[in-house]
């Protein structure tokens, strides 16, 4: 390279070497995002969370996705449980900013109560184990001694 005078020769020079490297991560990082689906009792700001990095990184590859259609994508993802917030979002047709989407959807997850700490305190309290009697008295039968 010492030889190369011009950045812009240097440039393509560097793009033919790991060009190929950095196709696959735009593939894989985009497959990620396409096949990404949040289970219904985990939590939205970690889904979020994941989706975001996954844009970011797509962006760093120099994949240009504007900001309205990588909340769709993230919206896309969502479990049945938000299909009313899906609704209500096409309905009004908000732009909101991936955090403030972000925001929206935790705000939306409290209210609807799917978040993972709710269920799983509710799964705590439907299978405690039921007691097998204990402390419960006996009653004794008389005996007839009229016969």
Do not use: W
């Not at 894989?28 to 970011?56: P, Q």
């Not at 909101?96 to 509710?122: D, H, K, P, Q, R």
């Amino acid at each position: 390279m010492q030889d190369v005078e011009l950045a812009s020769d240097i440039m393509l020079s560097l793009k033919e070497m790991f060009g190929e490297q950095g196709r696959f991560a735009r593939q894989e990082t985009m497959r990620k995002v396409y096949n990404t689906k949040m289970a219904e009792s985990t939590s939205v700001r970690e889904h979020c969370l994941k989706m975001i990095s996954n844009l970011n990184t797509l962006e760093v590859l120099g994949v240009d996705i504007d900001g309205e259609s990588q909340v769709d994508m993230i919206l896309q993802s969502l479990p049945e449980s938000f299909k009313e917030f899906r609704l209500n979002y096409n309905m009004n047709k908000k732009i909101y900013s991936l955090s403030e989407f972000m925001n929206e959807l935790v705000v939306t997850e409290g209210i609807l109560g799917t978040s993972s700490v709710e269920a799983n305190m509710a799964k705590a309290f439907t299978s405690q184990p039921k007691s097998k009697g204990k402390g419960k008295k006996k009653k004794k039968k008389k005996k007839d001694f009229t016969k």
